[in-house]
Structure formats: structure tokens, C-alpha cells
């Protein structure tokens, strides 16, 4: 069972180190790949230096882009699970294990990390917090399953769902989005607790106007999804 | 003749010259030229012919002609802002595909390198 962590980065030199080893603490077999998202500071010298796998993309794609680089990663390199690991420090390696499980037992194709489920830990600002109650409802009414937080990027994957992603993964905030690509081709979702941490450094990449410009869009995404057919 | 048409006439015809300059010289590629060989050639028409505009007026009803030409143009216009979208559209989503390739493939050839470092 080849499991590969993927680890989306941008500007992250404060807290990549801390990402990769809290990853290689983990007790399982786990393979690292960071994707620098064209980063401006140390973030990729940081990850060659600790012996992961780096890719470099030339240009800045965004969260959506480099995840996707790191679905085909993981499936040009045969793997079994990818996982992701946001570099920034909010999700916490140690909750990986619970993250495969379903898949392992054969119970799901695809799990989120979900921070509302025991409500523990870093609950996100309460902006956020609205906005990602408005996905949860709306998701539960377009795919007929209640996932409580469907921002989350703390996810695991099989390698049929990721044979899928990496043709087809929304680009600028793509997690919620993919839920509703995902459910239409009939992956299992679940949903696992975990517990989510303040970032260790870095700023959000939603704030402010944007905030709004992000509620619009994705809600916009979400209904479009879910009315595409799942070829198209 | 008058000076007007004369004007329109060697406006649209110019039009059309500076259309064909610039397929001839590969600055538009022939499939997005065709849209504006198009519309040179419907100025061109409407200027030789200058009672054509009043019977396409008469035919949609329209009393003051030229109130005809604001609606056409401005689908036209619309028309053209979404055909860019989509050809934009297609250009960002190659784009991401190659950036992710050349990521990928550079990550390959440093691991080829250093596997094959001579000892």
C-alpha cells in the first residue's frame, strides 16, 4: 500500500519544516511531495533540504492547480492514497491514520477532515464559519449528505477518485466544488473529526472584499456542478 | 456619390486592408479573422448600398433607421466579449495543464540526474 502525503505550498518557509516532520512522526509508510506554488521566499530550498520530493511549478496556479499537480503525481507514481497536507501548519499530520482508515476498510473513497464534528480546536473565524455553514446546507440539499465542513482541504483519497482529479479538479477555491464532483460520479464520501490548529505563519488567502467575491463564487460553482454532467 | 459614402467606403474598405495586414502577417490567426472579415464586409455593404439600412428598417419596423444600427452593434459586441471568454477559457486551462507538466517533468529530471551522478 503506497501512501503519498501531498503538500501544497505557497510563501510557507515559517512552517514547512515543522509540516514535514510532524508528517514523518506519523507511524505509517508515508511519502511526502511539497508542491511550491512558485513560491517567492525559502519555501523550496526549506523542502529539498529536509529530502522530500519537490515540485516547482513555474508559474503561480493557485490551491486548486497545485493540488491537482499533486493528484497526478500521485497517480503517475502509483499510488494507492494521497492525502492532503496544507503546508501553512492548520492541518495536523498526526490525524492521518483516521484519515485513511475508511478507505483502508473499504468504507469510502474519499474522507474529509472535519473540525465541526467535536468541535475541538481551531474553529476558524466567525465569517468563515457563516459562510461555510451556507456550503454545508447547501451541499446536503445538491448531494443529499451532510459533510459539516466542506472548505476543509484536510482529505484523503483512493486512487480511483484521484484517476478522476487529476483531469478534472476546480481551480480557484476548489474544496467544496469538488464534494459535488466527487458525490455525481458516485464516490463515497465521509467525513472523520480532526482537530485544525491556527497557521503557524502566513496569511489567509481569503479575507476582507475577497471574502464575499469567495461566498458568490463557490456557491456559483457548486450549483453549476451539480447540473453538469459528470463527463462534461 | 456624396462625401459621406465616399468616407464609409474607403473607411470599410481600409478596415478590411488592415484585417487582411494582419492575417498576412500571422498576427490573428485565420479562424478569429473571419469574424472581422465579417464584419468589414456588412460595413462595406451597407455603405455601397445606401438604401439597404431603410428597407431592413421597414422590414423590423423600425421608423428612425439608424435607430436599427445601436442594437445590432451592440450584440455584435456582446456576441464578440463572449467568444473571447471562452477562447480565454481554454487558453487558461492549457496553460495550467502545461505549468503542472513542467513541474512534474522538472521534478523527474533532477531525480534522473541524480540517480545517474557518476560516482
Not at chain 1, 505563519?201 to 454532467?229: D, F, H, N, Q
Not at chain 2, 487582411?20 to 473571419?34: A, G, H, N, V, W
Amino acid at each position: 500500500m503506497k501512501i503519498l502525503t501531498i503538500v501544497p505550498a505557497y510563501n510557507e518557509a515559517g512552517s514547512i519544516e515543522a509540516t514535514i516532520t510532524h508528517i514523518r512522526a506519523v507511524d505509517l509508510d508515508l511519502e511526502i511531495v511539497v508542491i511550491d506554488d512558485c513560491s517567492t521566499d525559502q519555501t523550496a530550498a526549506l523542502a529539498y533540504a529536509a529530502g522530500v520530493d519537490v515540485v516547482r511549478l513555474p508559474i503561480n496556479l493557485g490551491i486548486g492547480g497545485a493540488v491537482q499537480t499533486g493528484f497526478r503525481f500521485a497517480v503517475d507514481n502509483h499510488f494507492d492514497i494521497a492525502v492532503q497536507v496544507d503546508g501553512d501548519g492548520q492541518h495536523d499530520p498526526a490525524f492521518i491514520p483516521n484519515l485513511i482508515a475508511p478507505i483502508l476498510e473499504d468504507r469510502a473513497d474519499v474522507v474529509v477532515g472535519s473540525r465541526f464534528i467535536r468541535r475541538e480546536g481551531f474553529q476558524s473565524l466567525f465569517m468563515r464559519r457563516l459562510g461555510i455553514r451556507l456550503f454545508q446546507h447547501l451541499n446536503r440539499l445538491l448531494i443529499r449528505q451532510k459533510i459539516t465542513d466542506s472548505t476543509s482541504g484536510f482529505r484523503a483519497y483512493n486512487a480511483a477518485a484521484l484517476r478522476v482529479l487529476q483531469h478534472n479538479y476546480p481551480v480557484d477555491y476548489p474544496e467544496p466544488e469538488a464534494l459535488v464532483l466527487l458525490k455525481k460520479r458516485r464516490f463515497r464520501l465521509a467525513e472523520v473529526p480532526v482537530l485544525m490548529r491556527n497557521r503557524h505563519a502566513g496569511e489567509s488567502s481569503i479575507s476582507g472584499w475577497k471574502s464575499i467575491y469567495y461566498m458568490i463564487k463557490v456557491t456559483l460553482s457548486i450549483l453549476i456542478e451539480s447540473v453538469r454532467l459528470p463527463d462534461g | 456619390m456624396d462625401n459621406i459614402q465616399i468616407t464609409l467606403i474607403a473607411s470599410s474598405a481600409l478596415f478590411l486592408f488592415f484585417i487582411f495586414e494582419l492575417t498576412r502577417k500571422k498576427r490573428i490567426r485565420e479562424s478569429y479573422s473571419l469574424v472581422w472579415f465579417l464584419a468589414g464586409l456588412v460595413l462595406l455593404v451597407f455603405s455601397v448600398f445606401r438604401g439597404l439600412l431603410d428597407k431592413l428598417a421597414a422590414l423590423f419596423g423600425v421608423v428612425y433607421a439608424p435607430a436599427l444600427i445601436i442594437p445590432v452593434i451592440l450584440l455584435m459586441g456582446l456576441l464578440l466579449g463572449i467568444h473571447f471568454s471562452i477562447v480565454i477559457s481554454k487558453l487558461t486551462e492549457d496553460n495550467k495543464r502545461l505549468i503542472q507538466e513542467v513541474g512534474l517533468m522538472k521534478h523527474r529530471i533532477r531525480q534522473l540526474e541524480t540517480e545517474n551522478k557518476p560516482k
